[in-house]
């Protein structure tokens, strides 16, 4: 390894820590492996007949009414703070009734609905969700979402009919065409063109 002979002699210190470090590392017993990285995902939650709820880390959303919820997990990372939060919900069929705040705009046609507000990011963490009533529709349901004004994710969930309302159903045997169709968009970095 060549070093140049005009480094400052901070930086020739700094350079040979960092060989002394390179090399005990080398001798070093293994280290334990890392933790499992936190990442976006869609999920579905289910109350069973015994009162449990029961959780899966899927797209497939049974509609039982009144019992099955579903929503997005985005990791963002940094500390806990306020964001600004546009999340665009497009069905493929309108939903018979529509619950919204004032935060949310709703289509004429009930097929969009676009909300804006702010929330909190908890350990790194961002993550809405909502239960299925009487009247949600099957078919695809999309979410884009914007944090502080920059696209940051789509998740695509499949609404599937559940004739018989079977709080046993696992949702992971449900056929979704799109299953575990989640985008998560690169954040831009300053001074990077786009």
């Not at 140049?4 to 210190?13: D, K």
């Not at 700094?14 to 590392?25: G, I, K, Y």
């Not at 529509?98 to 990011?121: F, N």
Request: with cysteine.
């Amino acid at each position: 390894m060549r070093i140049p002979s005009r480094w400052p002699a901070a930086a020739l210190a700094t350079f040979a820590l960092a060989v002394a470090s390179a090399a005990m590392a080398q001798t070093a017993p293994p280290a334990k492996p890392a933790a499992k990285p936190l990442r976006s995902i869609p999920y579905v939650s289910i109350a069973g007949d015994d009162g449990k709820q029961r959780h899966y880390e899927t797209n497939a959303i049974p509609l039982l009414f009144n019992r099955a919820c579903f929503g997005w997990r985005m990791y963002l990372g940094g500390p806990n703070r306020v964001v600004s939060l546009t999340e665009v919900l497009t069905t493929s069929k309108p939903a018979e009734q529509v619950i919204a705040g004032p935060e949310t705009e709703v289509s004429a046609d009930k097929t969009r609905a676009t909300t804006r507000m702010l929330e909190t990011v908890h350990d790194g963490v961002l993550q809405r969700s909502w239960c299925i009533i009487p009247g949600d529709p099957p078919g695809t349901y999309t979410y884009d979402i914007s944090i502080d004004g920059e696209p940051r994710g789509e998740f695509v969930f499949c609404a599937i009919e559940v004739p018989d309302q079977n709080p046993n159903t696992d949702p992971r045997d449900l056929n979704c065409p799109n299953k575990f169709n989640a985008v998560e968009y690169e954040r831009p970095r300053p001074g990077k063109a786009t």
